[in-house]
């Protein structure tokens, strides 16, 4: 009997296997180009996320301070009214790491509180020098005593603050058999450390996480009744 019409069966039937786990395999990239949305992660929060709420919860804290905070400075001559701001870092409480979007972040809302006129940041590079200094971690700032202890230490290299600025980061999760919805929460916190006055803004997005097309499937019809 011949047999090599079978062979020939069982030699496409293994490339065409091997040619779809190439496929599942396969790995691509592109530039994204200024008009192109930002990809939005299917595990946890990235670039779709974190930008407009950075956006939204700056241009809120900027248009309050303006109005609430007194705009006489303490470290700059009489007459402007630029107040200057040490900014003391991103703390994460949501349940998903930031991975290297803590770095992001910083640099996000430092850039765009230092375009405001009224304010001007402390370098990041001065601020993380004299947290090693006196050996303070950024949440304990809110105490007076580490507050002049950072206020001295900066100081003495000429960089003196009006404000300390607190960044954090939350998350709430609500679980539908296996799919589920997280609210992301980024608030800032400007802390006037002369008298102890704060401001606080803050800015949330909702993110549906599906675990399957079915899932989501089912979210857009229950959704639109």
């Known amino acids: 009997m011949d047999t090599r019409p079978d062979a020939w ?9 091997s040619g779809l786990i190439g496929c599942r395999n396969y790995q691509h990239a592109q530039i994204l180009s200024a008009t192109d949305k930002d990809m939005v992660g299917s595990h946890q929060a990235g670039a779709a996320t974190w930008k407009p ?3 939204e919860a700056v241009v809120r804290l900027l248009a309050r301070s303006v109005d609430s905070v007194e705009t006489v400075s ?19 409480r949501s349940s998903e790491p930031l991975g290297d979007f803590r770095e ?18 402390v370098s990041r590079r001065y601020v993380e020098a004299a947290m090693k200094e006196i050996r303070c ?10 507050q002049r202890q950072l206020q ?3 100081e003495r290299v000429d960089q003196p603050f009006d404000y300390l600025l607190f960044a ?6 609500t679980d539908i058999n296996g799919d ?7 608030t800032l916190e400007l802390l006037d450390v002369h008298t102890g006055v704060a401001i606080k803004e803050s800015a949330q997005l909702r993110k549906g996480y599906h675990k399957s097309y079915l899932g989501r499937l089912r979210y857009e019809l229950t959704s639109r009744r």
């Open 74 to 92: 303490y470290t700059t001559p009489v007459g402007l009214s630029v107040r200057t701001v040490c900014f003391a870092g991103v703390e994460n």
């Open 152 to 154: 001295a230490s900066l």
């Open 9 to 17: 069966i069982v030699l496409l039937a293994v490339l065409g296997m």
């Open 104 to 121: 992001q972040i910083y640099e996000h809302i430092d850039s765009l509180v230092g375009q405001s006129p009224h304010f001007q940041m």
């Open 137 to 146: 971690r950024p949440d304990a700032l809110i105490l007076p005593a580490n």
């Open 53 to 55: 709420l950075i956006d």
């Open 168 to 173: 954090q980061v939350t998350s709430g999760t």
């Open 180 to 186: 589920y919805q997280r609210d992301y929460l980024l």
